[in-house]
């Protein structure tokens, strides 16, 4: 399931502009971040890093940018540097965090998955992150709170019915499973390409298959 981690962040990077980027390089990159066009927004980000080395949403950019492209190792050294630069931009340490998991590296992704849920608590998408690093460290109890509290904070998030029905199923919890599993295929049916594996789960249950 680590494929659910695609970082798919809002771009709230463009703040304090006009003093951080005379020459229009950050608007540019985050032209090509709209866009899809990776390669592109890393080549302005690098060079808005050149012209102002110590401003924390560049490197937050960067670090997005190759988050998309899968290179791993290069986002988590752009967000470092992120949140060494500003510790209080909540979002960098959600990338981090899903960076991190991408790398296997569970405990270090709840650290920087607790940081994000400390400076706002209102996000669903922080909570659903920090219970899958939960779940992949084998925190059950603390994964199921952090679903829980994501479907709280947002009722349409899909993915962490999901996320909880297959951990009620893992854990022998039938009747829950089914509920939860059923409600992601109603709010979303096959848009994450989960769907099959969704009813196979589904299917299990009702068989008496239940972890």
Known sequence: MKRIFLVIISFGILSGLSMADE???LQSAYDAMQAGEYESAIVFYEKAIESKDDYAPAW?????????????????????????????ISDAHYALGLSYIQDGNYTGAISSLDKAVDL???????????????????????????FSKAIDLDPNNGLAFYARGALHKLEGRGD??????????????????????????????????VN
């Open 23 to 25: 020459k229009g390089y």
């Open 60 to 88: 937050y950019g960067r670090g997005l940018a190759y988050a998309h492209l899968n290179k791993i190792k290069e986002s988590i050294n752009d967000l470092l540097k992120a949140v060494y630069l500003d510790a209080n």
């Open 176 to 209: 829950a499973s089914l509920r939860d599993l059923e409600k992601y295929i109603e709010l979303r049916g096959n848009k994450d390409g989960y769907e099959k594996e969704v009813n196979r789960l589904i299917q299990e249950i009702r068989e008496g298959r």
């Open 120 to 146: 706002d608590k209102t996000k669903s998408d922080y909570f659903y992150a920090r219970g899958n690093a939960f779940k992949l460290n084998k925190q059950y109890d603390k994964a199921l709170i952090d």
